[in-house]
């Protein structure tokens, strides 16, 4: 099964960027469902944006839209997360997580992270206000 390594969290200042990187080798050899989830301390883990392998279909959860895109790039074998705009309520430990699907012309990925079996190990980001 793929594998998943994160990379590229830090700590900046509100309003600053950050793109947080998903190595997933493989990954092309199938579908899958691609999810960045986060979880500050205390805090339930949270679906922050998904997408499908297949289509490039996204999702992101509402307090993210407008400022964090979620995108593959299939050469690479690599996904990101680009955040822009950063908030202090932005803190936390990201991660990146997988499902494997089917072949669809289009697919809704969810946004839960019981939904997921493969995980990586994880990057903080940290915002200063």
């Known amino acids: 099964q793929v594998q998943l390594v994160e990379s590229g969290g830090g700590s900046v200042q509100a309003g600053q960027s950050l793109r947080l990187s998903c190595a997933a080798p493989g990954y092309t050899n199938s579908r899958y469902c691609i999810g960045w989830f986060r979880q500050a301390p205390g805090k339930e883990r949270e679906g922050v944006a998904t997408?499908?392998?297949?289509?490039?279909?996204?999702y992101y959860v509402d307090s993210v839209k407008g400022r964090f895109t979620i995108s593959q790039d299939v050469a690479k074998n690599t996904l990101y997360l680009q955040m822009n705009s950063l908030k202090p309520e932005d803190t936390g430990m990201y991660y990146c997580?997988?499902?494997?699907?089917?072949?669809?012309?289009?697919?809704?990925?969810?946004?839960?992270?019981?939904?997921?079996?493969?995980w990586g190990q994880g990057t903080q980001v940290t915002v200063s206000s």
């Open positions: 997408i499908y392998t297949g289509s490039s279909r996204t």
């Open positions: 997580a997988a499902r494997k699907t089917g072949y669809y012309s289009d697919y809704q990925c969810p946004a839960r992270s019981l939904d997921y079996p493969i």
